[in-house]
């Protein structure tokens, strides 16, 4: 069977059960190809079916991206002993004040500033005080958009959850991978790359999220001196 390549088409990441494929669409500019006639998980695993023909799609693909991706594509600062990149983590549930939504890709830093806004004056009326970094749950994606939760974790639950557009939740938990990411929002492009990369040379089979958490505060910080950690978890 021949892979079949989407572009443009909302596709949560359980069509292929990858998170390359929804990290693919982790990109500002859109730059995507979705492949999802290839075998994947544990009977995929050690096959060479058409190695040589994926290859030549890749390359041919690339070859035609290249010239506009050159354009875009801002390196991320380099990591500083002890980052973490490939880190091995559990997760514990904690409960979270998040804003559900989607937006372009275009417009994706502007978006996640404003709900954590959002987020951010309601705990203060609550008198709520914030129980981690906030953070942005990305639960599907396609070449111009995503879907995402944007929240911050709390103590405990409320005894008068928010209404309206704030909904209380609870954070993922499970086992799960960390990658660092220093520099600017932009840059977050090439960091992306490199966790897609990791994760399938490890033979890593994702869960259909992935998450990045803010140590730096997304709504003061110089965009060239932010401090995400990515989180994928992992079945």
Not at 75 to 94: C, S, T
């Amino acid at each position: 069977m021949l892979p079949t390549v989407l572009y443009g088409q909302w596709a949560p990441l359980s069509q292929s059960g990858r998170v390359s494929d929804l990290l693919a669409h982790k990109s500002p500019r859109g730059f995507a190809i979705r492949v999802l006639a290839w075998p994947t998980g544990p009977a995929a695993r050690g096959s060479s079916m058409f190695p040589a023909l994926r290859l030549s799609i890749v390359a041919a693909a690339l070859a035609a991206l290249l010239p506009f991706a050159a354009l875009s594509q801002t390196p991320p600062a380099p990591l500083q002993p002890g980052d973490a990149f490939g880190e091995a983590v559990q997760l514990a549930e904690r409960p979270i004040i998040y804003l559900e939504g989607q937006a372009n890709w275009d417009a994706a830093y502007d978006t996640i500033v404003e709900a954590l806004r959002t987020v951010h004056s309601y705990l203060d009326r609550a008198g709520i005080k914030p129980a981690g970094n906030a953070m942005t749950i990305y639960i599907g994606a396609d070449d111009t958009g995503f879907q995402f939760r944007v929240g911050v974790p709390i103590a405990e639950a409320p005894a008068d959850p928010p209404r309206g557009d704030l909904a209380l939740g609870k954070t993922p938990a499970g086992k799960a991978y960390r990658f660092l990411h220093r520099g600017s929002y932009d840059a977050m492009d090439t960091t992306y790359e490199a966790i897609t990369n990791y994760l399938d040379e490890k033979n890593i089979e994702a869960q259909d999220i992935f998450i990045e958490e803010y140590e730096t505060d997304l709504r003061s910080t110089p965009d060239d001196k932010l401090t995400i950690v990515i989180t994928v978890p992992v079945k």
